[in-house]
């Protein structure tokens, strides 16, 4: 069996544990604010600080990962984020939370999405946008299972005991999958799948691609950012806010997280749903769609009154949202190669927690003043609007050629591929 295959599943269990315990935090929004009495924004701060650290320290996860690859990263990532989730059961002050969240978390998480994202990247030529939207359907199937699992505990324990539990869960998974993952398949004397073979042994990358200095010259790779800001904006806002919003509509703390389950499972479909599209149609038309479909949702759920509404909104916006999680990674190779992949990635994850660090605070501080989601939420739905409209002008490099696109293996025939024993 091809070891891309692994790493692939290895990928979707670290990512499945770290975004579930991260999404959580909707969860412990609530018992938060009671035992402190927090303001909402001061509580959702807690996660934009998170989300923009986070972005920060993804640029530096991505040069490592592109040098050194993903076991020794992953390997410290997940000892401080699951570190600094339990440490969070012993905070009695906002300040101690915050640094938490915003620095140890943030540093340890920043290991994960985009070192992952670009190790499967380089696996993979063909059937990136497949194997790419494999492993982000773990962000979904973490949102499925660990905001309810999570309830169950503090109902069951305490918020703090739950804590604890989340966070040693994560540690011990992303510790164990860390030790079998590798950068790409030339360390292992192999070649991507849908490219070419090399010499066994040879100790390069095999990446083409313009250098991250290159990149940060261009124009696209700046509309990318923008676009993602607005992203950052209106998808981590529900994140931090979908619970607590479905609770103001009547909704008991266990069925309101059930709304983060139902964008996790429905985003599962989009991920690995469009990340086979864009093998086929591209990353660009497939993000200005769904942009348009996370906007219109939002603008549907900020005039929404009904209990079922929210259901419905999660169907929508769960989708639009999965779907996009795969295709950044994907536009990013499509435009700029492979060899400095991770930096670059890096940098539209930075994009997406500048966006997020603004997108829960300003809701949570609008919600304070007048009491209702409804224009946050028409917010949110506008700067999904002007992400679309930037993606429409990132066109492709004019003087880089595109490689042409692989020719998938199931619909060809090939050498046998040689046999191998992958090394640990």
Known sequence: MFYGYIIVALALLILSINAG????????????????????????????????????????????????????????????????????????AVWQIYVLYGLVMAAGASSMPVPLMSTVARWFRARRGMMTGIVMSGVGIGMMFMPPFASWLIQTLSWRSSFVIVGLLQTVVVLACAQFMRRDPHMMGLHPFGGDIVVSGQPHAGSTGLLFTEAMRTRQTWLLAAAFVG????????????????????????????????????????????????????????????FGLVSLSLLWVSANTQQWGVFAF??????????????????????????????????????????????????????????????????????????????????????????????????????PEPPFIPTM
């Open 21 to 92: 315990a991260l999404f959580s935090f909707s969860v412990f929004f609530a018992p938060l604010q009671h035992e402190f009495g927090w303001s909402r924004a001061v509580t959702s701060g807690v996660f934009s600080a998170f989300m923009v650290a986070q972005g920060a320290f993804s640029i530096l996860g991505g040069r490592l990962n592109d040098r050194f690859g993903p076991r020794v990263i992953l390997t410290i990532g997940g000892l401080m984020f699951g570190a600094g989730f339990m440490l969070v059961s012993r905070v009695t």
């Open 231 to 290: 992203f950052g904006f209106a998808v981590h806002t529900m994140s931090a806010h979908a619970v607590v919003y479905a609770m103001g509509l009547g909704l008991s703390p266990t069925r309101a997280a059930t709304v983060m389950t139902a964008i996790g499972g429905v985003g599962i479909l989009g991920r690995v749903g469009v990340g086979s599209l864009a093998d086929r149609l591209g990353a660009k038309r497939l993000l200005v769609i769904l």
């Open 314 to 415: 999660a169907v929508v916006f769960g989708f639009a949202f999965g779907g996009i999680a795969p295709l950044y990674s994907h536009m990013v190779a499509e435009l700029f190669g492979l060899r400095a992949h991770g930096a670059i990635l890096g940098i539209i994850g930075f994009s997406i927690g500048l966006g997020s660090a603004v997108g829960p605070v300003f809701t949570g501080y609008v919600y304070d003043v007048v009491g209702s989601y409804t224009i946050p939420f028409i917010v949110c739905g506008v700067a999904a609007a002007i992400s679309a409209l930037l993606v429409l002008f990132v066109k492709p490099l004019p003087d880089r050629p595109q490689e042409p696109v692989p020719v998938d293996e199931g619909l060809t025939r090939r050498p």
